[in-house]
Nanobody, 113 residues
Framework: QVQLVESGGGLVQAGGSLRLSCAAS???????MAWYRQAPGKQRDLVAS???????VYGDSVKGRFTISRDNAKNTVYLQMNSLESGDTAIYYC????????WGQGTQVTVSS
């Protein structure tokens, strides 16, 4: 059974930093790993993704502030978030593509201004 366990969310002041982690278990090969976010009343949008070879894609609103990385030996993806803004407040979801798509349960990130 595949499980994704996210951690690292919380409350931070504007300008601060947080690091999210998502550890996958029960899966042998992971192609793409990604972070999405969903604010209240809005659709779920891509924040960043990273392929198995390390190629990255970022949403326009986070370029230059967020960095996605992965540790293939640990089946873990990270999201380093710097210079956080109130507009970054959302639930952040981890997503992986293996034999199918799997989603994490989400972790709340709240940025106070």
């Amino acid at each position: 059974q595949v499980q994704l366990v996210e951690s690292g969310g919380g409350l931070v002041q504007a300008g601060g930093s947080l690091r999210l982690s998502c550890a996958a278990s029960g899966v042998t090969f992971i192609n793409t790993m990604a972070w999405y976010r969903q604010a209240p009343g809005k659709q779920r949008d891509l924040v960043a993704s990273i392929s198995s070879s390390g190629s990255t894609v970022y949403g326009d609103s986070v370029k230059g502030r967020f960095t996605i990385s992965r540790d293939n030996a640990k089946n873990t993806v990270y999201l380093q978030m710097n210079s956080l803004e109130s507009g970054d407040t959302a639930i952040y979801y981890c997503r992986i593509i293996s034999t199918r798509i799997y989603w994490g349960q989400g972790t709340q990130v709240t940025v106070s201004s």
